[in-house]
């Protein structure tokens, strides 16, 4: 399974990106669907998980959605804010072989 996670770019406090990530394989349940982000000097850490699991700094702010039919995960993110700042990887747990892929991430440059 390939992951390409795209629609990274610079944006100003307050305003709104979204991420997209092609998957080359069909999205199917139970897959567990992630998006992760790495800050620079800071470790990668989960920010949202099949869009049940948020981590707090980004609860109400962001929303993770799929698309079956185009095989894309998005991440939608809005009143960016300077600290979400980040490259940003999408990954999908296939729960069948207990194997997680990973896609290249994308940059997220928030502006104060």
């Known amino acids: 399974v390939q992951l390409q996670a795209f629609g990274g770019g610079f944006v100003q406090a307050g305003g709104a990106l979204r991420l997209s990530c092609a998957v080359s394989?069909?999205?199917?349940?139970?897959?567990?669907l992630q998006w992760y982000r790495q800050a620079p000097g800071k470790q990668r850490e989960l920010v949202v998980r099949d869009n049940t699991t948020y981590i707090d700094g980004v609860k109400g702010r962001f929303t993770l959605s799929s698309d079956n039919a185009k095989r894309t995960i998005y991440l939608q993110m809005n009143s960016l804010k300077p600290k979400d700042t980040a490259i940003y990887y999408c990954?999908?747990?296939?729960?069948?072989?207990?194997?997680?892929?990973w896609g290249r991430g994308t940059l997220v440059t928030v502006s104060s």
């Open positions: 394989e069909n999205i199917v349940s139970p897959d567990v």
């Open positions: 990954a999908v747990l296939d729960l069948k072989v207990l194997r997680q892929y």
